[in-house]
């Protein structure tokens, strides 16, 4: 069976990511066209679908790092600042943009929280497992990695 590891991230992710969007409670709120993802952007991003990239790619993290927290999750996706003449500055990710994905993400069933942060269910992983494989059976090149 193939698992989260065997495949490459950009792939599953963008698997992932099409099957987010048939689930019904995650969907883009309607400021996440005008938002941008962390004090590190000068922009907001142009994906249409930017959110449900941005869903699987936490729902990845939280299954391969987890149990994790907001904040770690916020220095993840932040960078560095670009501030002119003066030296370059790190910023943290959208904490709003986060806390509503993870709020979408257990409302689907696909995160839990505990003490030590949130982490994935077993629905989750069987949904991360069956992308995977799907990638596996599309890609067989793939399968001598394993």
Known sequence: MATVYDVPASELIRELSAE???????KPPEWAA????G???ERAPTQKDWWYTRAASVLRKIHIHGPVGIQTLRRWYGGRKNCGCAPDAVRRGSGSVIRNILKQLEAAGLVEKTEQGRKTTPKAMSLLD???AKIIR???????YR
């Open 34 to 37: 005008f938002v941008k993802t």
């Open 130 to 132: 069956k992308t995977a």
């Open 138 to 144: 599309r890609r067989p090149e793939l399968q001598r």
């Open 20 to 26: 987010l969007k048939k689930i019904k409670t995650i």
């Open 39 to 41: 004090a590190n952007r």
